[in-house]
């Protein structure tokens, strides 16, 4: 038998269950709804979420759009997350194909690029 060394967790550490996140509101800064976290994409070989499915415009029978976002770019707020994007960010930009999210490191390279976030994978 082996001795299990003790380790102090972070007070500010805050584990969060994927099927908690998934379905929360994505907000901007000024309160205005963007839409909802479809899916929690997860980098299985570095053990990160590379990025989230942003679901758009689901309104009143309106086809869904939807947007690949780095998980650093949103920050928690009261059970919701925040994006600093205006409201009408996603209305002409490019989203995802279909029901195939995953992204190639090069695609999902220039998804951090746009918001001006290093990739999770090289820092």
């Not at 490191?105 to 090289?122: F, G, I």
Request: hydrophobic share 45%; aromatic share 10%; charged share 25%.
């Amino acid at each position: 038998m082996g001795i299990v060394e003790e380790t102090q967790v972070s007070q500010n550490i805050t584990f969060v269950p994927a099927t908690v996140i998934k379905g929360s509101k994505v907000l901007t800064v000024k309160d205005e709804e963007l839409g909802m976290i479809k899916e929690v994409m997860i980098d299985s070989e570095k053990g990160r979420i590379a990025y989230i499915v942003l679901a758009c415009e689901c309104f009143l029978g309106m086809k869904c759009k939807f947007f690949a976002v780095p998980w650093g770019a949103l920050q928690a707020s009261r059970g919701d997350y925040i994006l600093k994007v205006d409201k009408g960010a996603f209305e002409a930009a490019e989203g995802l194909e279909g029901d195939v999210w995953t992204l190639n490191r090069n695609d999902l390279a220039k998804v951090y690029e746009q918001y001006k976030l290093p990739p999770y994978w090289v820092i």
